[in-house]
Nanobody, 115 residues
Framework: QVQLVESGGGLVQPGGSLRLSCAAS????????MAWYRQAPGKERELVAR???????IYADSVKGRFTISRDTAKNTVYLQMNSLKPEDTAVYYC?????????WGQGTQVTVSS
């Protein structure tokens, strides 16, 4: 069992930055893939970024070049640095952990980009 807790969401101006954090209840990064998803009102949940247990990263085309996923193994925390934010980035952002058939989700943190 893995518990994930997101934090760092909030209201930000267009063009601004936020850093989201996802704290895991135990050390899992050596074996689990970690990801950030988001879900905007009326839309399906979509993958934003993923980092594998080996450290490889992938990004959605809509955020590539603006967002960066990273992790701090000592703190059991994965981050999503979001720069040059746009109104269309507004969504609830969820932390996700996967190992084989096991999938875990955090509660989500709201990100609102508005002037």
């Amino acid at each position: 069992q893995v518990q994930l807790v997101e934090s760092g969401g909030g209201l930000v101006q267009p063009g601004g930055s936020l850093r989201l954090s996802c704290a895991a209840s135990r050390s899992i990064f050596s074996i689990n893939s970690m990801a950030w998803y988001r879900q905007a009102p009326g839309k399906e949940r979509e993958l934003v970024a993923r980092i594998t247990s080996g450290g490889s990263t992938i990004y959605a085309d809509s955020v590539k070049g603006r967002f960066t996923i990273s992790r701090d193994t000592a703190k059991n925390t994965v981050y999503l640095q979001m720069n040059s934010l746009k109104p269309e980035d507004t969504a609830v952002y969820y932390c996700n952990s996967v190992r084989l058939a096991y999938v875990y989700w955090g509660q989500g943190t709201q990100v609102t980009v508005s002037s």
